[in-house]
């Protein structure tokens, strides 16, 4: 992730104190933030999904990328220094490099998830439990055509399964 940080020039450098929140689950920003000092955590309803402090991490290019809502609230753990990209989606197209970078970890966490899906698969495939459905999810992912999809348990099921 340090190798974003080469990418990040034009971006407002901005101070948060900690318990800031800088990402609104369900808002829309278009901004595209980078962490250079601190820890933020990622939060998804009331469950507490990550906590990062890597420099050089990258926040909110799930939405900029899909043009739909932010995914997870993000909030600041500690004091932080962030990048923030106003128009993310002109920054990208005019940092290709930076757009690669990111395409990368976003296919290395895609990577992370079908394995363990996969593993779960193989685990629970004879166990007639709701787990056992996940060959579907793998199926459904890899087919997916490219338009907007909305998955998670607090949303109608994927008409297509």
Known sequence: ?????DHCTGGNRRSLPAGTDFIEE???TGHLFVLLEGKVEVVKGDSLVAVIDEPGAVFGEMSVLLDRPHSA???TASDCVLYEFDDAASFLREQPALALLIAQLLAQR???ATTYLADLMHQYANHGTH???VSEVLQSMINLP???VAPGSDRQS???M
């Not at 992730?1 to 940080?5: T, V």
């Open 158 to 160: 994927d008409p297509r």
């Open 26 to 28: 369900g808002g829309q």
């Open 146 to 148: 490219p338009m907007q």
């Open 73 to 75: 609230k993000v909030r």
């Open 1 to 5: 992730m340090r190798a974003i940080l």
């Open 110 to 112: 895609l990577h992370v």
């Open 131 to 133: 787990l056992a459905m």
